[in-house]
Structure formats: structure tokens, C-alpha cells
T-cell receptor
Framework: AQRVTQPEKLLSVFKGAPVELKCNYS??????LFWYVQYSRQRLQLLLR??SRESIKGFTADLNKGETSFHLKKPFAQEEDSAMYYC??????????FGTGTRLQVFP | GAVVSQHPSWVICKSGTSVKIECRSL??????MFWYRQFPKQSLMLMAT?????????EQGVEKDKFLINHASLTLSTLTVTSAHPEDSSFYIC?????????FGPGTRLTVL
């Protein structure tokens, strides 16, 4: 079965520190991977998708098919990055399968 | 950008009553909408896929007679929780498929007393 694993429930860093939110997936085919973010009291919104190969708000994520990972990285965390981050995948359909989420706390 | 609204944002009801939640795509048409359920501090779990003009497709373990979905137009899908019980209390989120991704509504918090 398809599954998305985010091993860390909470990640706390200080402002300016590098951040890596881990995401691993299990799927035998070629899924499409996403990172969604939910800021406090706001709705879930797309942060980035692997096929775009873009950097959004300083975040990047590279799909590693060998390790079946799609870790989210940012070299210098900002306080406004504090939020809930969800990794998700879809395969051949529109259905999104979400990981359990990682709460990122960036301290001043 | 694409905006999805939900109404109501929160609702409290008595056990045994039915509750209807609306999901609207405000500035785009969505042939496909999705309904999720989120328990506290847990991830979103897909309940069903709502297709305009046809029956919804439910995920395994989701009772279709309990959670009625109607997608009568390209901008509106409704989820009705029938004969609600306290265990149905949860945060219900809808999304609508846009050109690049799914756009999510703000969610509806249902509390069944």
C-alpha cells in the first residue's frame, strides 16, 4: 500500500539554523510528491511539488527515488516558517495521501 | 488565486441529528472535489472523492450511507453527516482540484453532543 512517513512530529530550531524535514514514501511506481504547509489558523496550502523543481520561500525538496525520500530543506530558517508541514503523494489519480505531518518551530 | 470556501466553519449538534457541510470553489470550476477528515494532531484522511454529476467514490472503511456526498454543480459539493454521533466529531476539510493542485477549504469543526 502507498504510504507517506514523516518520522518527526516536532522539529525545533533557532532562527538562522538549517532545517530538514524528512519524508519517505512507499510506492512501487512513479508518484508525484508534494509539500503542503499549514500556518497557524490558516488553511492547508501547497508549498512545492517535485516536478516543478522550484524553490519557494527558500525551501527546496529533491526527490530521491533510490531512497524513496522527498526531504524538505531550507538553509536558514526564519520565525515565519513556523508551521505544520505535510508531505503528500499522488499516483495516477488526484487522490492525495498525506504523511502525519511535522510541526516546525523556529525560535528567535 | 483559487479559493475554496466551506460553510459552516463550525457546528455543534445533538446526537442523532444530521449536519450538512458545504464546499464551494469561488473563482474556478471543479469537476472533482475531495473530502477529508482530520482528528486532533493527526493527518488528513481522505474520505471520498466527489465528482460532479456522478456518485462519489468512498475510501475503504468510510460508510457512504453515513456520509452523504452530493456534487450537483461545478462549484458546490456537500457532505451530510447523517444521524451524527459523538464519534463523528472531527475537523472536516474539503479540497477542489484546480489546474495545478488541490486547493483546500478552511475546514469545518463538527462537535456532536
Amino acid at each position: 500500500a502507498q504510504r507517506v512517513t514523516q518520522p518527526e512530529k516536532l522539529l525545533s530550531v533557532f532562527k538562522g539554523a538549517p532545517v530538514e524535514l524528512k519524508c519517505n514514501y512507499s510506492y512501487s511506481g512513479s508518484p508525484e510528491l508534494f509539500w503542503y504547509v499549514q500556518y497557524s489558523r490558516q488553511r492547508l496550502q501547497l508549498l512545492l511539488r517535485h516536478i516543478s523543481r522550484e524553490s519557494i520561500k527558500g525551501f527546496t525538496a529533491d526527490l530521491n527515488k533510490g531512497e524513496t525520500s522527498f526531504h524538505l530543506k531550507k538553509p536558514f530558517a526564519q520565525e515565519e516558517d513556523s508551521a505544520m508541514y505535510y508531505c503528500a503523494l499522488t499516483f495516477n489519480t488526484d487522490k492525495l495521501i498525506f504523511g502525519t505531518g511535522t510541526r516546525l518551530q523556529v525560535f528567535p | 488565486g483559487a479559493v475554496v470556501s466551506q460553510h459552516p466553519s463550525w457546528v455543534i449538534c445533538k446526537s442523532g441529528t444530521s449536519v450538512k457541510i458545504e464546499c464551494r470553489s469561488l473563482d474556478f470550476q471543479a469537476t472533482t472535489m475531495f473530502w477529508y477528515r482530520q482528528f486532533p494532531k493527526q493527518s488528513l484522511m481522505l474520505m471520498a472523492t466527489s465528482n460532479e454529476g456522478s456518485k462519489a467514490t468512498y475510501e475503504q472503511g468510510v460508510e457512504k450511507d453515513k456520509f452523504l456526498i452530493n456534487h450537483a454543480s461545478l462549484t458546490l459539493s456537500t457532505l451530510t453527516v447523517t444521524s451524527a454521533h459523538p464519534e463523528d466529531s472531527s475537523f472536516y476539510i474539503c479540497s477542489a482540484r484546480g489546474s495545478r493542485t488541490q486547493y483546500f477549504g478552511p475546514g469545518t469543526r463538527l462537535t456532536v453532543l
